[in-house]
């Protein structure tokens, strides 16, 4: 017996475990397909995790990808209303970077919004006009209005929120978390991507939810609007589901005999998420029928929840996903890079969206699901005071700016009805309470349970983790 032969031989014990980790039996071989069939907690969780009680069970993160104009929607500044056409002062600006698309301008006039705020709830939070709904629900929100990146542009910005890098490669925030913390439900992927459209057209690319270096069972499964919210799930004609069973016994002894030769991990992968797409042909299609939500239900997502792949069935989708145990939900809404007649196109895009990111709040609250759902909205970083090209009393556009931007949490453990952070009269710089997206990300995976600094992998002889060496978790937005 060679070196080879003996490795291959004595890692089959281990792999025997591990393969049955993947489709989620107890030792016993009943199915672990709730937490409650796992003894009450998370199936395939890494060892010790959570790391301290959790507060959220689950994320609901709504990307607004394009980053929406914070001074139109959450950052009031009436300090600068009459300040319209005026240069932006360089003891704001700085010097600091900006993009090659104004970096020819001649000048930079300071464009004030020219939308209504008011105050809200007892909190007295200051929203624009243009989030009705939002303004409903602002005592459940924390709005930070004080978070920066270090990218000035998309993919980059996009890239680094979702995996904290700028550079492609890295896990998504959805892997780690259910590489961390394993399922809630083996019926259904533990990390679900759902995808809308807005206004404008803009690229987002897979890898976004990709797995990077982890095993490639917790890249994020996405579901299309539509007929076949997952291409190939269904059989083929004539194939019976006592048939694909019996295909996928037979494809399973195969692919455990190569496992035997070579030991290679994501070959157990490969078989775990053949059974998980077996169940899922069952569980798919019954999350995505909506026929049997109450009518007050869909009338409080708005009209657009009847329209597949729309923003407000995606919220709708995400709401059913929470209910049966998703680990995290990541919703992408494109459309928000407004960088010319920035007032008609932030007005359609709120339209298409502030009513159902409301909703999704009141339905969780109703539900009791709101307490333990951390739900996340934000863009990549947000946009510039002056404007880009004409400046005119009823148009403007807006540039990409990454020194502030304005999200919101909500649940989970997040302090409801509160403000945190202040920019500067021009909301151009940080004056109180930065919030490095570092710093972000560690929060949210603390709201799981997790320490940010001790959720690792090694690969290629370095420990990486989500926050790389950076982050800490902003505790005074903490409940």
Known sequence: ?????????????????????????????????????????????????????????????????????????????????????????????????????????????VAPSIFPFAQHGESGAWISELLPHTAKVVDDLCIIRSVQTEAINHDPAVTFVQTGSQLAGRPSMGSWVAYGLGSMNQDLPSFVVLLSRGRTDQPLYDRLWGSGFLPSRYQGVKLRGGKDPVLFLANPSGCTPELRR??????????????????????????????????????????????????SVVDLYGPDVQRPGSYAANCLLARRLAERGVRFIQLYHMGWDQHSDLPNQIRAQCRDTDQASAALISDLKQRGLLEDTLVVWGGEFGRTIYSQGALTAT?????????????????????????????????????????????????????????????????????????????????????
């Open 1 to 109: 017996m060679n070196r080879r032969l003996f490795l291959s031989r004595s890692g089959l014990g281990l792999g025997s475990v591990a393969l049955g980790s993947l489709l989620g039996r107890d030792a016993s071989g009943k199915d672990a397909a709730t937490p409650e069939a796992a003894g009450g907690g998370a199936v395939g969780a890494m060892p010790g995790l959570p790391h301290f009680p959790a507060k959220a069970k689950r994320v609901i993160y709504l990307f607004q990808s394009g980053a929406p104009s914070q001074m139109d929607l959450f950052d009031y500044k009436p300090a600068i209303r009459d300040r319209r056409g005026v240069e932006l002062p360089d003891s704001i600006r700085m010097g600091q970077r900006i993009t090659t698309m104004t970096s020819g301008q001649k000048n930079f006039p």
């Open 246 to 295: 019996r295909q996928l016994d037979d494809l399973g002894e195969l692919n455990g005999l190569r496992h035997q030769e070579t030991g290679d991990p994501e070959i157990l992968t490969r078989i775990a998420q053949y059974e998980l797409a077996y169940r899922m042909q069952s569980s798919v299609p019954e999350l995505t029928d909506l026929s049997g939500e109450p009518k």
């Open 395 to 479: 148009d403007y556009g807006r540039d990409h700016h990454p020194r502030c931007f304005s999200i919101w949490m909500a649940g989970g453990g997040i302090k409801p009805g509160i403000v945190h952070g202040t920019t500067d009269d021009f909301s151009y710089n940080i004056v109180e309470d930065p919030v490095e997206v570092y710093d972000l990300n560690a929060t949210i995976l603390n709201q799981l349970g997790v320490d940010h600094t001790r959720l690792t992998y090694k690969f290629q002889g370095r420990d990486f983790r989500l926050t790389d060496v950076h982050g800490k978790v902003v505790k005074s937005i903490l409940a």
